[in-house]
């Protein structure tokens, strides 16, 4: 069986945290779940490798994990308000990440937002970042 | 009786939030998005409601992935402030209105709106930002708040005509409580953003505009909006938006615009802030 089409699989450089993410994605959310806390995050950064493997990920979420692919980590079902847990507790500032996973930097990323944002001209579908 | 009074929408920016709590709302940045709400304090000075229904969602802080209500209502008697990673925000308690909510409760469930019942939560910035942005910063926040969370985390949110409809159903029940009170009811969240992906920075003041429009004229066509429409155009996170048709369907047909503002950006957000009350008959 193969899984329906969605519609806003068409959006470009998005993914959608839909039900069937969310499934694969439960350990990667539940790690970054335990963030939350400080004895957690001490154990985390004590043996990351280790304390990963309490949450039953694949082994292509816990290298995302482990490498800080923060998009990837989106495609395998981690979402963004749960990861954003990890990056805290790496010091990342939000802006931070949003820049990594735009692939600009933190000063090419806020000068982009003071200026208006991404226009969503030539942002609304694959075919259109296709050209790009 | 108590009635529903306005209908008060604003993002709930987390960046807000922290400006307020370090004490950076003077620098020319943050002064471009709190003078917005100057007026607004006034407005809610002379509003006085008696009670707010904030309808806000929840960021991975009350709710993990074990368990995700689509509607679930605060009914607790006070709300502590969540630590969301840095400590909890250094903000009053929210005080609830376990009497109101419970007959919000009773009314909207046996009109078939499934809600869940929340005894014991904490809340995140995006209940406690809009507070801030109404009220300011006070020792105690002005009145109780009742809290409604909308799961928009993971898709799919309700649609926009169900949290219209709930909306609806909300307001008839604030009607039939007995005792005399004025409800404002928070439509919160969104503008247009997104925050996740390679297009994360995505704004649409295009459509936030239209948005604000439809809200304060005829709001038909923005209740049929599909999802996906929302995600296109104003950002995965811009589904937000959904939130605040709960308010819209709290309020009659047509409304009067007592305030509005808009500016770009909050962080990584589109900052939208309306205020509207029934229309005189």
């Not at chain 1, 692939?103 to 001209?121: F, K």
């Not at chain 2, 020792?139 to 969370?149: F, N, Q």
Request: charged residues 20%; glycine residues 8%.
């Amino acid at each position: 069986m193969t899984d329906a089409k969605k519609e806003y699989d068409d959006i470009p450089g998005t993914f959608v945290f839909d039900q069937e993410r969310s499934r694969q994605g439960y350990g990667v959310n539940a790690f970054c779940m335990t963030l939350m806390k400080d004895e957690n995050r001490k154990a985390f950064r004590a043996n990351e490798s280790a304390y990963l493997d309490q949450f039953g990920l694949t082994p292509e979420q816990k290298e995302s994990i482990l490498k800080r692919q923060w998009n990837r980590m989106l495609e395998l079902g981690g979402n963004i308000y749960f990861t954003a847990k990890l990056a805290a507790t790496d010091g990342l500032s939000f802006q931070q990440v949003a820049a990594i996973m735009t692939g600009a930097t933190q000063q090419e990323y806020a000068d982009m937002m003071l200026a208006g944002g991404r226009n969503p001209n030539g942002n609304r579908s694959k075919a259109e970042w296709s050209k790009k | 009786m108590a009635k529903i009074v306005a209908a008060v929408f604003s993002s709930h920016v987390p960046a807000i939030g922290a400006a307020i709590d370090n004490g950076k709302t003077q620098e020319p940045y943050w002064t471009r998005v709190f003078s917005g709400f100057v007026e607004t304090k006034r407005i809610m000075e002379e509003m006085k409601p008696d009670v707010c229904i904030v309808v806000y969602n929840d960021h991975a802080s009350a709710f993990s992935m074990d368990v995700v209500p689509t509607f679930a209502l605060g009914c607790a008697a006070e709300f502590p402030p969540a630590d969301e990673g840095w400590g909890p925000r250094p903000v009053p308690v929210v005080k609830g209105h376990p009497k109101l909510a419970a007959h919000i409760a009773q009314s909207v469930i046996l009109d078939e709106f499934d809600l869940t019942v929340v005894n014991k939560m904490e809340v995140d910035h995006g209940l406690t930002v809009p507070l801030n942005l109404m009220f300011g910063s006070p020792k105690e926040w002005p009145c109780p708040v009742i809290p409604l969370a909308v799961n928009v985390v993971l898709f799919p949110p309700p649609t926009g005509k169900r949290c219209f409809n709930l909306g609806q159903a909300i307001r008839r029940a604030v009607e039939s409580y007995p005792e005399d009170l004025k409800v404002a009811i928070f439509g919160t969240g969104g503008m247009s953003h997104q925050i996740s992906g390679p297009r994360a920075g995505l704004i649409n003041s295009t459509f936030d505009k239209a948005f604000l429009d439809g809200l304060a004229g005829d709001p038909s066509k923005i209740i049929a909006m599909p999802h996906v429409e929302y995600m296109r155009e104003a950002g995965a996170e811009g589904i937000e938006m959904v939130m605040w048709l709960v308010a819209r369907g709290a309020m009659d047909a047509k409304v009067d615009e007592k305030y509005r503002f808009y500016t770009v950006p909050a962080s990584n957000t589109a900052v939208g802030h309306l205020i509207l009350e029934n229309a005189a008959r």
